[in-house]
């Protein structure tokens, strides 16, 4: 009888830790990622919504460009670079301007964006075909950037190629004062990830993907290990 009841306790005991296990690896492959940011990646090009209000969006052409529209609430200027990591700094830079001495006060321009600083001018060859439109407080700006662009930044010629690597987006929106950008303080953002922009559909994997189904995550090494061990365990019960 009491070899019987031994025996009860030890099945219970395993079943009890085959399931912990089984919750355990499941909880760790499949748990949301509250940092991750807001972007989705269609067939061609996405799009990253802004936690300020407004988006960025990137398509590609299909003539080795890609169409980027930036859009956002601003009675001064938006600003997107293109940068190689997470950080302000030695970034391709767009900026789209309300209140220049242009026509219309309407403003495009291709910049340099030095560490911690306002975005230098900087002349291409590159025809970006920009068009920018301001309707109710909301500037929205498009053009269409070759996947590889070189500037001259003090002297050296400097490529941000989208077929080679991946980048992140920073994005930064402030006033203009006489025609002249002033810095952004605190409206800025940028992506946590970086993104393959050229046949991104491969790539990117969205917050909303990741909390909404359990069939996308993946098992490493020790997640599989312990799985086969639980079921070992569960086929000696």
Known sequence: MKMANKMFLFRINGMCFYYLLIAAVVSESYSANANQDDVTITAGGGYWNLTLGGSVAWEETGSGSMRFVIQSVTSGYVAM???????????????????????????????????????????????????????????????????????????????WDLNNGKFNLLFARGYVTDGSMVYHSGDRERTMKSIKFVKSSDYYVTTASMSSTTSSGSFNSLELWLMSLALLLAMLI
């Open 81 to 159: 670079a293109i940068s190689r990591d997470s950080l302000m700094g030695d970034d391709d830079c767009y900026i789209c301007m309300v209140g220049g001495a242009t026509s219309r006060g309407l403003v495009w321009k291709t910049a340099y964006l030095p560490p911690h600083q306002t975005p230098v001018d900087v002349k291409t060859k590159e025809k970006y075909h920009y068009k920018i439109r301001f309707v109710n407080g909301v500037i929205t700006c498009s053009f269409i950037r070759p996947y590889d662009v070189t500037k001259r930044i003090n002297g050296t010629m400097t490529t």
